[in-house]
């Protein structure tokens, strides 16, 4: 079973377990999960309960716990894989376009579908692109990245969408 998979039934039993009232339930499942991921989800050892929250035994705050620690799985879970979904009208299929993390962004510009982006424009994109990740500056790094964006608008929601998880991944 993959890291999604087992990310995906994690969130599962997270959302079931906020359904409960059963501290110790709950606080046993966060300290299993934390300890299995240490390592590899930054700050999750900060959904773990302290000493005086186990004490305290409030389901509040295990509740609070949980949901935090949904959002690192989620968020780790967009790292590991981003996934866009989006629907063509004129031959009514499904194209998903799966975007590894570690795949270098021209690898992923040449996928894109020629009726979404014709190949200028990708050579366009790829120039803009290796300028964005060759910036140190934050301040210019935004400007850089508004532009992208502008140009993607420019050139379709279908462009837009399909390069938004790269985009996102440069903001950070």
């Excluded at 050892?45 to 409030?58: D, F, Q, T």
């Excluded at 981003?82 to 590894?100: A, D, L, M, R, Y």
Aim: charged letters at 35%; a neutral charge.
């Amino acid at each position: 079973m993959g890291k999604k998979n087992i990310i995906k039934n994690q969130l599962l039993e997270i959302d079931e377990l906020l359904k409960l009232s059963d501290f110790d339930k709950k606080n046993r499942f966060i300290n299993e999960i934390v300890d299995s991921w240490k390592g590899e989800i930054s700050e999750i050892n900060a959904c773990k309960l302290n000493c005086w929250e186990e004490r305290a035994r409030n389901e509040d705050t295990a509740n609070q716990k949980l949901k935090s620690l949904r959002n690192k799985l989620e968020s780790f879970s967009d790292e590991i894989n981003i996934s866009v979904q989006k629907f063509t009208p004129e031959n009514e299929i499904h194209i998903n376009i799966e975007q590894n993390v570690n795949q270098t962004f021209s690898q992923n510009i040449r996928q894109i579908d020629e009726r979404i982006l014709d190949a200028n424009s990708k050579k366009v994109l790829e120039e803009l692109f290796n300028e964005l990740s060759n910036e140190k500056s934050k301040e210019i790094k935004k400007k850089k990245i508004l532009d992208i964006t502008k140009f993607l608008v420019s050139k379709g929601a279908d462009a837009l969408i399909s390069l938004l998880p790269y985009l996102v991944s440069q903001i950070k």
